[in-house]
């Protein structure tokens, strides 16, 4: 199954950008990307997913390299509500979403 | 709410007990899952069930047994536990088994303890 490295934490402060990165060199052509993040004493939630082309929805951007060897989850206003763990997972096999380490994003007021 | 409800949210268990996890979904999805996560370790895929018939076991020892009964419920029967087996147990449905961009749905876990 093909691995997602990410910085074990990253420190943002409020109401400023965050870019989260991940790599992911042994990606195959039908792996897609996924983000997800993990609040306190939650189960983990989707954030955003993409193929090849980057993607915006209301929660976040994702860049994806043109290689896709690696990508990036950008917050584009990190509230303290955003301090999570965030994991990118590829999901080339069916049904096994493996999750890594994840970063844990603190966000400082 | 996410439409994948767990229960309990907590339980206490000595190693001669046996329990049940309970996970619904309300989202009309036809694969489920169970996620372990113990502390300062990855989330561990466990089982996945598609339109109720288990595709993956990763490996998990026979004191967990799951079962799904239709596509909406998931259980997990547990007996003869290990100290080593409390974690967070997550439940996770998608829409359509073997679609790689999927997107899972979780439910807030049930925090085990094995005493």
């Known amino acids: 199954d093909a691995k997602t490295t990410q910085p074990n934490s990253m420190e943002s402060n409020e109401e400023e950008p965050v870019h989260l990165p991940c790599n992911h060199s042994?990606?195959?052509?039908?792996?897609?990307i996924h983000w997800y993040r993990q609040l306190p004493s939650q189960g983990p939630e989707y954030v955003i997913h993409?193929?090849?082309s980057n993607v915006n929805n209301r929660m976040a951007s994702l860049a994806i390299a043109e290689d896709r060897k690696s990508s990036t989850l950008i917050l584009h206003r990190a509230t303290l509500r955003d301090a999570a763990v965030y994991y990118c997972?590829?999901?080339?096999?069916?049904?096994?979403?493996?999750f890594g380490s994840g970063t844990k994003l603190n966000v400082k007021p | 709410e996410t439409g994948v409800t767990q229960t309990p949210r907590h339980l206490v268990m000595g190693m001669t007990n046996k329990k049940s996890l309970k996970c619904e979904q309300h989202?009309?999805?036809?694969?489920m899952y169970w996620y372990k996560q113990s502390a300062k370790k990855p989330l561990e895929l466990m089982f996945v069930?598609?339109?109720?018939?288990?595709?993956e076991n990763n490996s998990v020892p026979s004191r967990f047994s799951p079962e799904c009964p239709n596509s909406s419920h998931l259980f997990l029967h547990l007996h003869t536990l290990q100290p080593e087996d409390s974690a967070l147990y997550l439940c996770?449905?998608?829409?359509?088994?073997?679609?790689?961009?999927?997107?899972?749905?979780f439910g807030s876990g049930t925090q085990l303890s094995v005493l």
């Open positions: 997972i590829l999901s080339g096999n069916f049904n096994k979403f493996y």
């Open positions: 996770a449905s998608s829409q359509t088994p073997g679609q790689t961009n999927e997107k899972l749905f």
């Open positions: 989202l009309g999805h036809n694969a």
């Open positions: 042994t990606i195959s052509g039908t792996d897609y």
């Open positions: 069930y598609n339109f109720k018939e288990q595709t």
């Open positions: 993409g193929l090849t």
